[in-house]
């Protein structure tokens, strides 16, 4: 199952008029069911056998490891990305090197790790991987504490108006010469108040955009950088929230805060200027996140240190 942008399990008695978005429905012992309701449908659910053979589906076995799990370690988010040398934010989006990191998360969770999202991965230092490894898991765990995330640019549709019956008898025929005096006014026949119904044979008004349900959503508030293109970073109070395009997608980031040298990504325009190179410095191919082989090393160890982020804000 996965749950796309909108889609969301419910439980609920049996008895419960259905939404008018529910796409799947399990009857559970005890007068219960349990919904999939997905109103923009980019919700997927397979039935899969699974055999010794193929014990899981093809999608899900070229899947990485689970961020939030115990196979995501930091020695293997060094091994995943010490093999490529794409910019680290588009090597996030690779579900083959974690499962279930998006676009915002991505982009959140690098602002945490104060790393520059054009920066090779192959690049990063011991200590960027770790605080990329922590900062993963304190984003999605915020997340998930404020109930999940759907993106601002989805508004909930406005409400139908409600059309009024149609008139009989005497009302319809004053209907009628109220319209045909407002005709002769050169004024509409649908401008009054009560709107009149559609005449026969008209061409129905298209349905509206299903409404987003927004109860359960809380995260979009406590956005660090994605979305705010242009406002004063959180962090820093003194540089400006930026925006890339990589393999186009928007990528948020705040350049003070997340420096680098020559970013290989195209900027939009408002982006804040990226900084001249400094005289005698070569600047192919290069940034200013220092670079490290892991050869020779033995595994990372740990480090306990306080939270990139804490519930009053960034730190």
Avoid at 106 to 121: G, K, N, V, W
Wanted: charged residues 20%; glycine residues 8%; hydrophobic residues 35%.
């Amino acid at each position: 199952m996965h749950l796309g942008m909108t889609g969301h399990l419910r439980l609920c008695p049996a008895a419960e008029p259905a939404d008018p978005h529910d796409h799947l429905v399990c009857r559970l012992d005890g007068g219960m069911h349990l919904r999939f309701t997905d109103p923009r449908r980019f919700g997927v659910v397979d039935l899969f056998r699974r055999t010794r053979a193929a014990p899981w589906p093809p999608e899900l076995a070229r899947l990485g490891p689970e961020p939030l799990g115990p196979e995501f370690t930091v020695d293997r988010l060094a091994e995943a990305l010490h093999r490529r040398s794409g910019p680290i934010k588009n090597v996030l989006l690779d579900q083959r090197v974690v499962a279930g990191l998006g676009n915002i998360y991505a982009a959140e969770a690098l602002f945490l790790a104060r790393i520059h999202p054009a920066t090779p991965a192959a690049r990063l230092s011991d200590r960027q991987i770790e605080a990329l490894h922590q900062a993963i898991r304190e984003t999605l765990q915020r997340a998930i504490a404020a109930g999940s995330t759907v993106p601002p640019e989805v508004p909930p549709a406005p409400a139908a108006p409600a059309v009024p019956p149609a008139p009989s008898g005497s009302d319809a025929s004053a209907t009628r010469a109220t319209a045909r005096s407002r005709r002769r006014a050169g004024a509409s026949p649908r401008a009054s108040a009560g709107q009149a119904p559609p005449r026969r044979g008209a061409r129905p008004s298209p349905a509206p955009e299903p409404a987003i349900d927004r109860s359960h959503t809380y995260f979009p508030f406590a956005f660090a950088v994605y979305g705010r293109e242009g406002q004063p970073c959180p962090r820093c109070r003194t540089g400006r929230v930026a925006r890339l395009v990589q393999v186009g997608r928007s990528t948020f980031f705040c350049p003070r805060c997340q420096p680098a040298g020559r970013s290989p990504e195209r900027s939009v325009p408002h982006s804040p200027r990226k900084p001249s190179p400094r005289p005698g410095r070569s600047t192919s191919g290069t940034t200013s996140c220092p670079a490290s082989s892991r050869s020779g090393r033995g595994p990372l160890r740990r480090r306990q240190g306080r939270p990139l982020a804490t519930p009053g804000g960034i730190v």
